[in-house]
């Protein structure tokens, strides 16, 4: 649902509904390393940077790295970061 916001342009609303994503992926899978919760977490990363919010982008960015189990979302997310730089 979080992404049918975003590709409306309803940033705000896709934060809000990956935040309660990522709660419900935490609690299912407990804090372990889980991919779903890696992209859920890049999604977020992605969704503050489409509101300014360059920081707290960062630290979800990050976090997903710290996750990601599969070359691909690594790639993914490192790529967001070096965006990221470039702003």
Do not use: W
């Not at 979080?2 to 896709?14: A, C, L, P, S, Y």
């Not at 609690?27 to 991919?35: L, R, T, V």
């Not at 990363?45 to 920081?55: I, K, L, M, Q």
């Not at 790529?79 to 730089?85: D, I, Q, T």
């Amino acid at each position: 649902l979080g992404m049918v916001h975003q590709d409306r342009g309803q940033v705000r609303e896709t934060i809000k509904e990956l935040e309660i994503s990522l709660g419900l992926l935490k609690k299912k899978a407990g804090e372990g390393a889980h991919p779903a919760i890696a992209e859920t977490l890049n999604n977020l990363g992605c969704a503050y940077v489409g509101v300014g919010e360059f920081d707290r982008a960062r630290k979800f960015f990050e976090e997903s790295l710290k996750i990601c189990e599969s070359s691909h979302g690594r790639a993914v997310t490192l790529n967001n970061l070096g965006n990221l730089e470039l702003r």
